[in-house]
């Protein structure tokens, strides 16, 4: 049972990281990046480490995603500007 | 042409290792128990019974491998500093230009921020108790610090007391080092009394939850940093070009 | 009898998420579509809260506490959301309804 939650969740990182990959728009990558953040997080908790899944949590999906929007704010400003 | 060829190609083949890798795992990942193995997490959770900590990583992070995290301070404090260089070139101008923020937003926002910065003390405090600790807590303060920003863009910190606690909890953290250096002859020796029959108390575990406040406070203070660099840079660059 | 209203909370909760999910995929524009997202998840996700309450007791609390913070969370960011899209997609809209206080406000603030 367990195998089979941890199957789905790989398979899930899988699609959500391959979106991620092939999206053209550079916003909606991002999101599904935290979406592979997200399901690390399950990963970690059930393979018993609760430590760093509480980090990739806060890390993986609350600050980076965070600096790689204020980041692709910044550079995509440049573009138009030239 | 034909790049859209290679680029579907390419995709094709990345599916097919990805989907070969989960097959190869799948075997394995079917037959998940907890087996006992005897290996170094063994060893050290036998001496996690010394150190008086409820959370075996906590003790791992902070005493058995002590100067690791030494080391991580360090490169943050560096990340920060490189960060200080690159972002704070621009001129500021001091507080200009107020965008009318609405009133759900600024009350809400508040009211947030608040319980986000109490769940991250707690995360602190409670780091040799139960998952999580220095790292984690002064990251979830610093996501507050981020939403008051993201809301109030007028919003200043004080770069002083910032500076003051970021230094200070360094230098402390240091200092707590080389007392135990002196009294137990060990760099980051457990100098302060801690009872193994006080296990899972919240005063228990000698300099450990100590030493995890004081990095809690230093990652707090440095990400807050960070993350006001990155979101005032932007926003002067807004002022000065309108 | 409790563990049956924890599983009929649980079923109701999540047939919310699935109505949200379908609303999310369908709704033609953005204001409808975010009025389906946030609505019927936060109805859903305070109903699977109820029915994790149901199953373990003595997690009341932790549960209450988190059930507050999605009432806080959830209304605040789709407010935000709305008055975004209004102020740049729908402040030139002629509105059929008549009423409009939002867009009163805004030219109140212009004065």
Same mark, same amino acid.
């Given at each position: 049972?367990?195998?089979?939650?941890?199957?789905?969740?790989?398979?899930?990182?899988?699609?959500?990281?391959?979106?991620?990959?092939?999206?053209?728009?550079?916003?909606?990558?991002?999101?599904?990046?935290?979406?592979?953040?997200?399901?690390?997080?399950?990963?970690?908790?059930?393979?018993?480490?609760?430590?760093?899944?509480?980090?990739?949590?806060?890390?993986?999906?609350?600050?980076?995603?965070?600096?790689?929007?204020?980041?692709?704010?910044?550079?995509?400003?440049?573009?138009?500007?030239? | 042409?034909?790049?859209?060829?290679?680029?579907?190609?390419?995709?094709?083949?990345?599916?097919?290792?990805?989907?070969?890798?989960?097959?190869?795992?799948?075997?394995?990942?079917?037959?998940?128990?907890?087996?006992?193995?005897?290996?170094?997490?063994?060893?050290?959770?036998?001496?996690?019974?010394?150190?008086?900590?409820?959370?075996?990583?906590?003790?791992?992070?902070?005493?058995?491998?002590?100067? !690791?995290?030494?080391?991580?301070?360090?490169?943050?404090?560096?990340?920060?500093?490189?960060?200080?260089?690159?972002?704070?070139?621009?001129?500021?101008?001091?507080?200009?230009?107020?965008?009318?923020?609405?009133?759900?937003?600024?009350?809400?926002?508040?009211?947030?921020?608040?319980?986000?910065?109490?769940?991250?003390?707690?995360?602190?405090?409670?780091?040799?108790?139960?998952?999580?600790?220095?790292?984690?807590?002064?990251?979830?303060?610093?996501?507050?610090?981020?939403?008051?920003?993201?809301?109030?863009?007028?919003?200043?910190?004080?770069?002083?007391?910032?500076?003051?606690?970021?230094?200070?909890?360094?230098?402390?953290?240091?200092?707590?080092?080389?007392?135990?250096?002196?009294?137990?002859?060990?760099?980051?020796?457990?100098?302060?009394?801690?009872?193994?029959?006080?296990?899972?108390?919240?005063?228990?575990?000698?300099?450990?939850?100590?030493?995890?406040?004081?990095?809690?406070?230093?990652?707090?203070?440095?990400?807050?940093?960070?993350?006001?660099?990155?979101?005032?840079?932007?926003?002067?660059?807004?002022?000065?070009?309108? | 009898?409790?563990?049956?209203?924890?599983?009929?909370?649980?079923?109701?909760?999540?047939?919310?998420?699935?109505?949200?999910?379908?609303?999310?995929?369908?709704?033609?524009?953005?204001?409808?579509?975010?009025?389906?997202?946030?609505?019927?998840?936060?109805?859903?996700?305070?109903?699977?809260?109820?029915?994790?309450?149901?199953?373990?007791?003595?997690?009341?609390?932790?549960?209450?506490?988190?059930?507050?913070?999605?009432?806080?969370?959830?209304?605040?960011?789709?407010?935000?959301?709305?008055?975004?899209?209004?102020?740049?997609?729908?402040?030139?809209?002629?509105?059929?309804?008549?009423? !409009?206080?939002?867009?009163? !406000?805004?030219?109140?603030?212009?004065?």
């Amino acid at each position: 049972m367990i195998g089979l939650l941890i199957l789905f969740t790989f398979l899930a990182i899988i699609v959500v990281a391959l979106g991620a990959i092939l999206s053209k728009d550079i916003t909606q990558s991002v999101m599904l990046f935290m979406g592979v953040g997200l399901g690390s997080v399950v990963l970690f908790f059930i393979f018993q480490a609760p430590d760093v899944a509480l980090t990739e949590a806060v890390i993986g999906t609350g600050l980076s995603t965070a600096v790689f929007l204020l980041g692709i704010r910044h550079t995509s400003q440049e573009e138009a500007e030239s | 042409m034909n790049l859209k060829k290679e680029l579907r190609l390419k995709h094709i083949i990345l599916s097919l290792l990805s989907s070969a890798l989960l097959l190869s795992f799948l075997g394995l990942l079917m037959q998940v128990k907890t087996n006992t193995y005897k290996t170094v997490g063994d060893i050290f959770l036998n001496l996690n019974m010394q150190t008086a900590t409820a959370n075996a990583v906590t003790s791992v992070v902070t005493f058995f491998r002590g100067i !690791d995290t030494v080391g991580e301070v360090t490169v943050l404090f560096l990340a920060t500093s490189g960060v200080a260089l690159m972002l704070s070139s621009t001129q500021r101008t001091s507080k200009k230009v107020v965008k009318q923020e609405s009133f759900v937003l600024h009350v809400g926002s508040r009211l947030l921020m608040s319980v986000i910065i109490l769940f991250g003390v707690y995360i602190v405090i409670h780091g040799h108790l139960s998952p999580g600790g220095g790292f984690q807590g002064g990251v979830v303060i610093a996501t507050a610090f981020l939403l008051l920003f993201l809301a109030n863009p007028n919003m200043s910190l004080s770069h002083g007391i910032l500076t003051l606690g970021e230094s200070l909890s360094g230098s402390a953290y240091v200092l707590v080092a080389l007392i135990g250096l002196f009294k137990m002859n060990i760099l980051l020796g457990n100098f302060l009394p801690h009872p193994v029959g006080e296990i899972g108390e919240l005063v228990s575990g000698g300099i450990i939850p100590v030493i995890y406040i004081l990095v809690g406070i230093k990652v707090g203070s440095e990400m807050s940093v960070i993350v006001e660099y990155f979101i005032k840079e932007d926003y002067y660059k807004e002022v000065y070009d309108a | 009898m409790l563990l049956f209203l924890g599983y009929l909370l649980g079923l109701l909760g999540t047939t919310l998420f699935f109505i949200s999910g379908i609303g999310l995929l369908r709704m033609p524009d953005t204001l409808t579509r975010m009025q389906a997202a946030t609505k019927a998840s936060t109805l859903g996700s305070l109903l699977v809260i109820l029915a994790v309450a149901c199953f373990e007791p003595q997690w009341t609390f932790k549960l209450v506490v988190l059930a507050v913070f999605i009432l806080i969370t959830n209304p605040i960011s789709s407010s935000v959301l709305a008055m975004t899209t209004y102020k740049r997609f729908y402040k030139n809209v002629y509105n059929t309804s008549g009423a !409009d206080a939002f867009r009163d !406000d805004l030219k109140k603030e212009e004065k």
